[in-house]
């Protein structure tokens, strides 16, 4: 997402007005973003950023065909390892092992990341699924249905070489993540699916990335991009964001989400408190069609990914 500027030897030492760079704009309602088409991946001045962070990239479909939906089943998220790549991690973890569920069915809809290397294996019963699985600068996972016949979700069970993880879905979404050092984490997502509410949920991912020229004296603090997800893997579209602080000393987020082929979905507003950001989804008309709350990273810290589920009254759709 970097821009390349091309100026004189004597402008080095100066900084061009924010309207000259076409920059984002913190002071704006809506930060500078509208409803206008965008090219995909929002252009070329953003595009390297997108592959750069592999946000660009789509679940692979699996070759398992999952039973219908049901309501009051679970969509089910896990993923292993670097979340944020390390290409200085010369050392592969083996992390194959299986995902099941105490009760009930356990059906695989996507893969995340699987390459060559990686395969589903066959499955001991219908509450698990198996997997191989090595990472090393990047992260593995799978999108899966949980079903139950009992009055709650069932807890869930990943068991790896590298450890077992729990997780226990609830009646609302929930996003759990372990860290187990030196960047690796295992991440489990459970979103209910219900029949009633059509497009209820978004799986939101993202990374943060480095400040562009000029932010910092803007007040921007933070800079993200990432792709937004159906609960059941389907690609929605990319999206990118950024925040920081007004003049008047608020501290404030704006993003916009965009369909694959560049039309507009969605608009982000939202404030900062504490380094918490509580976002609206906003429609065409400006109405308020969801929410969504992130985490922001420390200022000036290492660049992170981040993990969420916005809750959707409404589906999102180009005007």
Excluded at 54 to 62: D, I, R
Excluded at 94 to 102: A, H, I, M, P, R
Excluded at 241 to 257: N, P
Excluded at 262 to 286: H, I, M, N, Q, Y
Aim: glycine fraction near 10%.
């Amino acid at each position: 997402m970097r821009k390349t500027l091309l100026i004189v030897p004597l402008l080095f030492a100066c900084e061009l007005p924010a309207a000259e760079e076409g920059l984002d704009d913190l002071q704006a309602p809506l930060g500078g973003f509208d409803f206008r088409r965008e090219e995909p991946l929002f252009g070329p001045a953003h595009r390297e950023q997108f592959i750069q962070a592999g946000e660009s990239e789509v679940l692979q479909a699996s070759t398992v065909a999952p039973r219908s939906a049901a309501a009051g089943d679970t969509a089910l998220w896990v993923g292993w390892g670097h979340f944020l790549a390390d290409r200085t991690d010369d050392e592969v973890a083996d992390w194959t092992g299986t995902l099941s569920v105490e009760e009930g069915t356990l059906s695989l809809l996507r893969t995340i990341k699987f390459d060559r290397n990686d395969r589903i294996l066959p499955a001991p019963d219908e509450r698990t699924v198996a997997f191989e699985s090595r990472t090393r600068p990047h992260f593995d996972g799978l999108v899966t249905r949980a079903s139950t016949t009992g009055s709650a979700p069932a807890p869930v069970t990943l068991m790896t070489r590298n450890g077992a993880f729990h997780h226990t879905p609830g009646s609302t979404a929930l996003v759990e993540e372990t860290d187990l050092g030196n960047g690796v984490r295992v991440a489990f997502v459970s979103v209910p699916l219900s029949e009633e509410v059509p497009c209820a949920h978004a799986v939101v991912g993202g990374r943060w990335r480095g400040l562009e020229r000029g932010d910092r004296r803007r007040g921007v603090t933070h800079r993200l991009l990432g792709r937004w997800f159906t609960p059941e893997g389907e690609l929605v579209g990319h999206w990118r964001a950024f925040a920081g602080q007004r003049q008047d000393g608020t501290r404030v987020f704006f993003g916009k989400v965009i369909n694959p082929d560049g039309d507009a979905l969605a608009l982000l507003k939202g404030t900062v408190t504490d380094g918490v950001a509580t976002v609206d989804v906003l429609d065409a008309s400006e109405a308020v069609v969801g929410t969504l709350t992130l985490n922001l990273p420390l200022e000036g810290g290492a660049p992170g990914h981040t993990l969420s589920v916005a809750n959707l009254s409404a589906c999102l759709a180009a005007p």
